[in-house]
């Protein structure tokens, strides 16, 4: 069965350091990748997305993220996190022609000063 | 436009009551769906829809209902409410059946007592 796993359900970082959010997923072939972020009471933003091209590529908000087939992974990373980046943050795949996406569990982000 | 809308954004039930949570887009997207948000367990597809007249089921359906008469609508109609549906839901729109950007509405959290 499909499945998309976030192994980190809180991290806390400083603010000013890096950050990296970990998703990894379970596909019989290369799916679209996503990263969604949810802030406090909202809905969810797209952060970045990955279809095909370039491993690492470059989202909103100063966030990038690198598919790695080898490891089934698409991590997200931010070089130096602020406050305002305290959020959710969501893995999503979905299976190339298909039409679902499917949600990792979620990584909540705290962000001490 | 006004992007994704959804209608109320609190409610409280009791057990065996229905309802309707509204959802509407002004994108002229050709995709909707309904999700579930529980803690730990990230969104859940509940149904969706690619087209107007055209609904499909999604993971978690059992207890839900959907229709879609228009482009713009995709009402979620909760036939006899339990506790196990509070939840917060979210609609979402896209453009087309490929997994292109989906926009999110602000969520209706819903309390079952």
């Known amino acids: 069965a499909q499945s998309v796993t976030q192994p980190d359900i809180h991290i806390t970082v400083s603010e000013g350091a890096s950050l990296e959010l970990r998703c990894n997923y379970s596909?019989?072939?290369?799916?679209?990748l996503f990263w969604y972020v949810q802030s406090p009471g909202q809905g969810l933003q797209l952060l970045l997305k990955y279809f095909s091209g370039d491993t690492l590529v470059q989202g909103i908000k100063g966030f990038e993220a690198e598919f790695k087939r080898s490891q089934s992974s698409f991590n997200l990373r931010k070089p130096s996190v602020h406050w305002s980046d305290a959020a959710e943050y969501f893995c999503?795949?979905?299976?190339?022609?298909?039409?679902?996406?499917?949600f990792g569990a979620g990584t909540i982000l705290r962000v001490k000063s | 436009n006004a992007g994704v809308t959804q209608t109320p954004k609190f409610q409280v039930l009791k057990t065996g009551q229905s309802m309707t949570l509204q959802c509407a887009q002004d994108m002229n997207h050709e995709y909707m769906s309904w999700y579930r948000q529980d803690p730990g367990m990230g969104l859940r597809l509940i149904h969706y829809?690619?087209?107007?007249?055209?609904?499909d089921q999604g993971e978690v359906p059992n207890g839900y209902n959907v229709s879609r008469s228009t482009t713009e609508d995709f009402p979620l109609r909760l036939l006899s409410a339990a506790p196990s549906q509070t939840s917060v839901y979210f609609c979402?729109?896209?453009?087309?059946?490929?997994?292109?950007?989906?926009?999110f509405g602000p969520g209706t959290r819903l309390t079952v007592l």
């Open positions: 596909y019989g072939a290369t799916p679209y």
């Open positions: 979402a729109s896209r453009l087309g059946t490929s997994p292109h950007e989906q926009f």
């Open positions: 999503a795949v979905a299976r190339r022609g298909g039409n679902k996406l499917v």
């Open positions: 829809s690619v087209g107007a007249g055209i609904t």
